[in-house]
DNA sequence: CTCGATACTTTCCAACATGGAAAGTGACGG
DNA sequence: CCGTCACTTTCCATGTTGGAAAGTATCGAG
């Protein structure tokens, strides 16, 4: 209503989407069955949240052959890493940061 | 399983439990009714919520009567303060804290 | 050119979580 | 008894998830 819903961002309060923003916060990019190993999901579930983050415009997946296979590699977009930043503000005020 | 499994706590993390806790951290009680204004919830939607953290055993809800009125306050139980405090150090983690 | 492997994508589906509206409950005060 | 206050519970329609399985695209091998 307040504060909270300016900033509280659903896209990116739901468990394995966080931790994907996390992950891509800290890194240029990062490979997505990486991701994957890192949030300890199945490559369908990975997929299905990237793809949600994708269409709210937060994160970049570039297909790139490298050694003649096809590697996806993933990237927090600015509008990703702006909504990211306001949430985790958010979620600081929200638990007393 | 790893340690995010050990301290991420669906029950918390949901948006509006999420609040109620963060209420309730920094005092020793909270009415009903100031949690309601301060989620922005209906009473029947908070009633679920506090229920559900009741049942976790993160939440003590006691009934006073108050000048001939019912007046219901919450706090948080010493469980209840640990896992939100668990939950948001995991938070800390995920999101680079 | 067909086959199998790699690396995701999409579809199917059953389970669960939510919120709003409305009905229900218990304790007064009139 | 009745109405009000302060929640509770029920009803219901919708939205989100994850796992399994089928589908797609791109090689390299045979």
Redesign the interface.
């Known amino acids: 209503?307040?504060a909270?819903q300016r900033r509280?961002d659903?896209v990116v309060?739901a468990?394995p989407r966080?931790?994907v923003?996390?992950l891509l916060?800290?890194v240029d990019n990062m490979d997505f069955a990486t991701v994957r190993e890192q949030v300890?999901v199945s490559d369908s579930v990975l997929s299905k949240h990237v793809k949600q983050l994708e269409e709210a415009g937060y994160v970049n997946v570039r297909k790139a052959t490298i050694a003649s296979r096809v590697r996806t590699s993933l990237s927090l977009t600015a509008a990703g890493r702006a909504a990211?930043e306001a949430h985790?503000a958010e979620?600081r005020r929200?638990?007393?940061g």
Chains 1, 2 share one sequence.
């Open positions: 209503m307040t909270v509280f659903p309060h468990p966080l931790q923003c996390g916060a800290v300890g990211f985790v979620l929200i638990t007393g």
